[in-house]
């Protein structure tokens, strides 16, 4: 019987409540930013800073190392844009909603005092989707990267805050949201913002 002991107490340990395999942050938070420069009219058209919320998925790679899927939402507008539209004409302001998706991870800068600090990055798409009739929807390729730090409270709970900048590819001269006659046509290359936010971080 004795041989089956070590056996029995690594299966209690790879069972025992401090091995997990995920862990979930729902996030709310605060983003800013975010203008675009209209080439025919010269006009900038600024994004207003509103509420965002989301959730981080993160799966254990390497010690203090994560991989994560982060999924962000952002309901707003963009002031005074001209538009041509069968509904409406003239300059509005244009209900948008930004949805963020990426893929990427943290690694640490230091786990000291209790509180763990790291940088976080991610590489995905943006989704941007006016609320306007004869608007279409836009998908762009986008990447963050952020700092934040995670205090634990207990062995599978933590606070999590953090901020991170969003970039947004997108050509200049390339046209946005417009379906048919209607184009805004926009110059750079980055859409920019930033967002603060906070979450509780639970493990499983």
Not at 132 to 140: A, E, I, K, V, Y
């Amino acid at each position: 019987m004795n041989i089956f002991k070590p056996i029995l107490l690594l299966t209690l340990l790879s069972f025992s409540p401090i091995s997990y395999s995920i862990e979930i942050t729902p996030l709310a938070g605060l983003r800013g930013g975010g203008d675009f420069v209209d080439t025919a009219t010269n006009n900038n058209h600024t994004v207003e800073a509103s509420d965002s919320f989301g959730v981080i998925v993160g799966f254990p790679y390497e010690k203090g190392k994560m991989i994560e899927i982060y999924y962000s939402r952002q309901s707003s507008d963009i002031n005074s844009v001209d538009v041509n539209l069968e509904s409406i004409t003239g300059r509005v302001d244009i209900p948008l909603v930004i949805n963020y998706l990426h893929i990427g991870g943290t690694t640490p800068i230091s786990e000291d005092s209790g509180l763990d600090t790291f940088v976080s990055g991610g590489l995905g798409f943006t989704y941007l989707s006016p609320d306007l009739d004869g608007l279409q929807s836009d998908l762009r390729a986008s990447f963050s990267i952020g700092v934040g730090l995670k205090w634990p409270v207990t062995d599978n709970v933590s606070l999590r805050v953090e901020t991170r900048a969003l970039a947004t590819l997108y050509n200049s001269n390339s046209a946005l949201f417009c379906n048919g006659g209607c184009s805004l046509t926009v110059n750079g290359s980055l859409f920019v913002q930033v967002e603060i936010f906070a979450g509780v971080a639970i493990k499983f």
